[in-house]
Structure formats: structure tokens, C-alpha cells
């Protein structure tokens, strides 16, 4: 393929969020390619990153178009929250139209693109009506070091470990919550603050949420770097990714966060949602949980199983040696890109 100057209306400006630089970015720049961010006119390509104002850039003329998709949008959801969400977006100018139901503005940047690249068979399902032209393509984990489960001197570990966005943190309170278990500690990595409006206003302080829906001495908490996640990580026994499952937009996430935590050697557990049940019959071994009576067997035997939990790790990073490497994924942007030029 030549080389491609790509415009990318992106996430951030410096091209450091993770939906930016684990995605389209990590290819370009592999590859050679310039990118240019923000910028519409000679170009060859035109990237749009969900967080941007996808419509208003889906309807620019020229350059053929690409539509960043990585979340569940298109999900069944009540009128109220989708009608909210629009109508909120619309009022502060995040999309330039009129108030409108979310997923309307999602469905017409869908049809305006010439292709859409999303991140887990459920999304593309539900994005086929709108584009033909859909890919699924995970996020590159290679900014995570690949780490043998021995290397973790896990018998010195202690703890549960759980990073993510504040915006999936109501699993853990809704899991957590709920299991009354004194010995149990979360190692917690996640943004310090979470905005409780459009993702930007009211902030709200994340360790004052948890101390109580969780209990002051249930868990200790740690601001998100790529540091954190991998130090931490290292000294908790067992990671966890209670999804919650009332929220459809959750249920449709891929297996980033699972893939993550095999790459870093850390046995994981999580809730049964379709992209993690898949991993676990590929795998044969148990990783998804039902209930609270399922999740606290699950990691009473992790915890003191030693060969069990190396086990799951070592099933894990085979996965992942054959399925997701930096090869692969850049292979599948090298067709993705070369089917809309």
C-alpha cells in the first residue's frame, strides 16, 4: 500500500486517548503513514473517531470516509434514555443538528460513511442495516508488557484487581455491593473523578462513590496510567470485569479487558456477556459467572488454586499468540483501508 495522508477527527488533540492511539494510529504509524489531525483537505482518507462530531464530519465531501464505532450505540434501549442522549448532545453542540433521538445521528453518520469499524460481532449486527461495509477490529494491547503468570510471584499477591473507565465502575459497586466478604480487597485503577453528565460536566469524586457502595476498607484505589494498570495488576491474585448487564451498551463490549489482563498474566473472571462467553468455549475454562453464588466459587478457587488460575493464563496467552498480535490487527487495517481506496 502507498503511503496515505490520513485526517483523523479524533478523540483528543495529542492523539493520547486510548480510542485514538490503540487504534487506527497504532497502524498508521507502523505503517508510515502522516496523519493529520483535524484536517479535511488533501487527504486520502478520513478517520472518525466516535467522540467526535461523527455526523457533521460523516457529511464532508471529497476524501473517502471511515466511521470509529467501538461502542454499542445501536443497541435496543428505552425511547427515554435515547431521546435524553441526543437531545443533550445536540443542545451543547457536541453534534451540530437538530434534537434528535442518539441513535438517529448514529444511523445517518453510518450511512454517509464507506465503511464502519466496530469491535465486536454484536455491534456489526447491529450496524449492517445501516453499512454494508463493516469491520470488527480490537484495540492493539501492545502498549501492555506480555507477562508469564510465574513472573507475578503470585503466592507473595494479595487482592482483586479491576481498571477501567469510571463509566463501567457500577458492575464492580452492583457485584461488590452485594458480596459481604471482609477478605475480600479490590486493587482499583480508574479515573479520580467521573462526570456524571455527557462524559464532561458535574464531576463527581470516584474514592467518596466508593466508600459507599463498596466500604471504606474493601478496596484501595489508584489514578489510571499504563503504570498503574501493570503495577497493580502484578501484586493482585485475580482480576475481575463484573459488567452490568442492565445496560445494553456494557453487554455489547468486546473482550479488550480480558485480553488485556491474559497479556498481563493475571487470571480474570467476568460476567457473562457474549463477547467473553466466546473466549471461554474457545478457551474450555471458566471465566464467565452467573450470580452471586457463581462469582464468589469462581474466585474462592482461583484464589487458592495455584495451577488452576496458571492454567486459565496459559490458555489465555495461547489465544492471544494466535489470534491477536500486532500482525494480525494490522493486517486486518490493511484490508479494511484497501476496501473503501
Not at 140 to 164: A, D, I, M, T, V
Not at 167 to 184: W, Y
Amino acid at each position: 500500500m502507498r503511503k496515505l495522508r490520513i485526517g483523523i477527527s479524533s478523540y483528543s488533540a495529542d492523539l493520547s486517548h486510548p480510542g485514538d492511539r490503540r487504534r487506527i494510529v497504532s497502524w498508521a504509524r507502523h505503517k508510515g503513514h502522516e496523519i493529520i489531525v483535524g484536517e479535511t483537505r488533501k487527504i486520502d482518507l478520513l478517520f472518525i473517531s466516535e467522540g467526535s462530531d461523527f455526523l457533521r464530519m460523516s457529511k464532508i465531501k471529497g476524501p473517502p470516509k471511515i466511521f470509529d464505532l467501538i461502542d454499542g450505540y445501536l443497541a435496543p434501549q428505552s425511547s427515554f434514555n435515547d431521546t435524553l442522549r441526543g437531545f443533550s448532545k445536540s443542545l451543547i453542540r457536541q453534534h451540530r443538528t437538530y434534537p434528535r433521538t442518539y441513535t438517529s445521528i448514529v444511523k445517518e453518520a453510518c450511512r454517509n460513511v464507506q465503511l464502519v469499524i466496530c469491535s465486536s460481532q454484536e455491534q456489526m449486527d447491529t450496524i449492517r442495516p445501516h453499512n454494508s461495509n463493516v469491520k470488527v477490529i480490537l484495540d492493539n494491547h501492545s502498549e501492555f508488557p506480555f507477562r508469564k503468570y510465574q513472573e507475578r510471584q503470585s503466592k507473595n499477591s494479595s487482592g482483586l484487581f479491576w481498571e477501567g473507565t469510571t463509566f463501567t465502575l457500577k458492575g464492580v459497586e452492583n457485584l461488590f455491593g452485594r458480596i459481604a466478604d471482609s477478605s475480600i480487597h479490590l486493587n482499583i485503577v480508574t479515573d479520580l473523578f467521573h462526570p456524571r453528565l455527557l462524559g464532561r460536566f458535574f464531576k463527581q469524586d470516584v474514592n467518596t462513590r466508593l466508600k459507599h457502595s463498596l466500604g471504606s476498607n474493601q478496596f484501595s484505589l489508584y489514578p489510571w496510567s499504563i503504570d498503574n494498570v501493570v503495577r497493580h495488576s502484578a501484586i493482585s491474585k485475580l482480576a475481575v470485569i463484573p459488567v452490568y448487564t442492565r445496560d445494553k451498551l456494557q453487554v455489547m463490549k468486546p473482550e479488550n479487558r480480558l485480553l488485556i489482563m491474559h497479556r498481563l498474566g493475571i487470571p480474570c473472571l467476568t460476567s457473562s456477556i457474549p463477547s467473553y462467553t466466546r473466549i471461554e468455549r474457545t478457551l474450555q475454562t471458566k471465566i464467565t459467572c452467573d450470580g452471586i453464588t457463581d462469582w464468589k466459587m469462581s474466585i474462592s478457587r482461583l484464589l487458592i488454586d495455584d495451577a488452576y488460575a496458571s492454567d486459565q493464563v496459559l490458555k489465555g496467552q495461547e489465544y492471544l499468540r494466535e489470534f491477536h498480535t500486532e500482525d494480525i490487527l494490522f493486517d486486518k487495517w490493511d484490508k479494511a483501508v484497501k476496501s473503501i481506496l
